[in-house]
């Protein structure tokens, strides 16, 4: 399991972890995933509170789209830009169907998610 404040960081050493992100899930997050040869087995991202046309949660279908399962947690219950507060306090909100195959469920805290999909 990796925590990172800003999914800019992320890499193919990633590859089969789950990636606890401090970042918004928006487009541009996204393409930080879908641009990795070697993909993580699941990403969290702060739901940012939507944001217009869902725009801070736009990465649950990407990513989805590419075969990775991705979650957000409330901006409500952890800081944007701070992994380990959503990582400790993080509430999942939203997540995208290949998240909730693997056991991924609304009001699951990140810290519970993230350890069964460490299991898996």
Same mark, same amino acid.
């Given at each position: 399991? =990796?925590?990172?404040?800003? /999914?800019?960081? /992320?890499?193919?050493?990633?590859?089969? +972890?789950?990636?606890?992100?401090?970042?918004?899930?928006?487009?541009?997050? +996204?393409? =930080?995933? /879908?641009?990795?040869?070697?993909?993580?087995?699941?990403? =969290? =991202?702060?739901?940012?509170?939507?944001?217009?046309?869902? +725009?801070?949660?736009?990465?649950?279908?990407?990513?989805?789209?590419h075969g990775?399962?991705?979650?957000?947690?409330?901006?409500?219950?952890?800081?944007?830009?701070?992994?380990?507060?959503?990582?400790?306090?993080g509430i999942?909100?939203?997540?995208?169907?290949l998240a909730?195959?693997?056991?991924?469920?609304?009001?699951?805290?990140?810290?519970?998610?993230?350890?069964?999909?460490?299991?898996?």
């Amino acid at each position: 399991m =990796f925590l990172l404040n800003s /999914i800019a960081h /992320i890499s193919n050493s990633h590859t089969k +972890a789950v990636v606890i992100s401090g970042s918004h899930g928006g487009r541009s997050s +996204a393409e =930080f995933v /879908i641009a990795l040869k070697r993909k993580p087995s699941c990403v =969290f =991202f702060n739901d940012a509170g939507g944001g217009k046309e869902d +725009a801070g949660k736009v990465a649950l279908s990407i990513l989805e789209a590419h075969g990775v399962p991705c979650a957000c947690y409330s901006h409500m219950s952890a800081r944007i830009g701070d992994a380990q507060d959503g990582y400790e306090h993080g509430i999942v909100t939203e997540m995208n169907n290949l998240a909730r195959l693997n056991g991924v469920g609304l009001a699951m805290t990140v810290k519970d998610a993230a350890n069964l999909l460490s299991q898996l």
